[in-house]
């Protein structure tokens, strides 16, 4: 059996996309190999041990920067049989090419064509992956469990309920929600990031919407995914979400319509339908909610794009698995 170590962020509360995807890499890859997790600040601290344990395969998640893929170069020549790989999540200030082709790992995930072009370019293996989502939590419901949730969350049955989850950093563009409130009756339920502090004018303006606001820890947030009618997803440039942010994938889990900027990577993976959307301005973004609020589709329809493509983590993971096993 092969040893992985997963260098990814394992602190609570997992409220985060990065941290999430972290979660799920090691919920799936354990089944299949001896995995050990390492939070990234611990990797110089226990650098004795990772030389102890000599990991098959070298795995980091959180990030990258420079400094993480400076790290894996260290392991590598520290441990020169591991093979070293990079799942660019959430790409920061990387380096110049001529540096970063000294520092190489030896397979790089993708989650954007930029990263996709720029690994590919130093003569890496690369490839694009994307997230997934928890099929036995984000999964489509009938009107009859629809209706009880929103009972359970004191929400009208005849309410078009959008939801968006995350941080309330003033990157994320939540100013969009409130000019969609003054031409469309829309109730609003936000969940916002405790991992992040919030930005005072974002949540003054989320403030004003009519719905809820929810600033807690929310154990099981499936429930208000699978209560809403449509997800929004309003960021539009890094480094206000990861490269394919997780929410959309949870959303589309459970088969509800989405409408989002064209993100990142989430247009490598999605492909427009009468049940996703990318928005390209407000104007754009308004008529497409006002077509999805008059047509709606009952979430107990299995979404047109989960027949089409299998998102599941252990789907998705199955590719990292390969080029593991490669």
């Known amino acids: ?42 990797i110089l601290p226990k650098i004795r041990w990772i030389y102890n344990f000599k990991p098959d395969i070298i795995h980091y998640i959180s990030g990258p920067s420079f400094f993480s893929i400076l790290q894996l170069k260290i392991m590598k020549l520290m441990l020169p049989k591991s093979k070293t790989v990079l799942t660019a999540t959430h790409p920061q200030f990387l380096g110049p090419n001529f540096i970063l082709k000294l520092l190489k790992p030896d397979i790089v995930f993708a989650q954007s064509r930029d990263i996709y072009k720029q690994f590919k370019s130093l003569s890496v293996k690369t490839t694009i992956l994307p997230n997934g989502f928890d099929s036995k939590r984000f999964f489509p419901i009938n009107v009859i469990e629809k ?73 099981d947030v499936s429930e208000f995914y699978k209560l809403s009618d449509c997800y929004i997803f309003t960021p539009q440039r890094r480094p ?33 339908t009468n049940k996703l959307r990318f928005f390209t301005g407000i104007d754009d973004l308004i008529e497409i909610l006002a077509g999805f609020k008059n047509n709606e589709i009952i979430n107990s329809e299995v979404s047109d794009q989960i027949a089409q493509r299998d998102l599941t983590w252990e789907s998705v993971l199955g590719q990292v698995i390969r080029f593991y096993e490669f």
């Not at 092969?2 to 990814?8: A, D, H, Q, T, V």
């Not at 799920?24 to 354990?30: E, G, I, K, P, T």
């Not at 394919?244 to 989405?258: D, H, N, R, T, Y």
């Open 1 to 42: 059996m092969k040893s992985i170590l997963l260098i990814r962020d394992s602190k609570p509360p997992f409220d985060e996309g990065m941290k999430n995807v972290g979660v799920h890499y090691f919920r799936v890859l354990r089944k299949r190999f001896r995995v050990h997790s390492l939070h990234p600040k611990y």
């Open 147 to 219: 209706e009880r949730l929103r009972s359970k969350y004191s929400i009208p049955n005849e309410e078009f309920v959008l939801l968006h989850v995350g941080n309330l950093r003033i990157g994320r563009n939540l100013n969009l929600l409130y000019e969609i409130s003054t031409h469309i009756d829309c109730y609003f339920i936000i969940i916002a990031s405790t991992s992040i502090k919030p930005n005072y004018e974002t949540f003054t303006s989320v403030k004003r919407l009519r719905g809820q606001i929810i600033t807690d820890y929310v154990e």
């Open 240 to 272: 206000f979400a990861i490269d394919m942010p997780l929410s959309v994938f949870e959303a589309f889990g459970c088969g509800i319509k989405i409408v989002s900027s064209p993100y990142c990577g989430l247009p490598e993976i999605f492909k427009e």
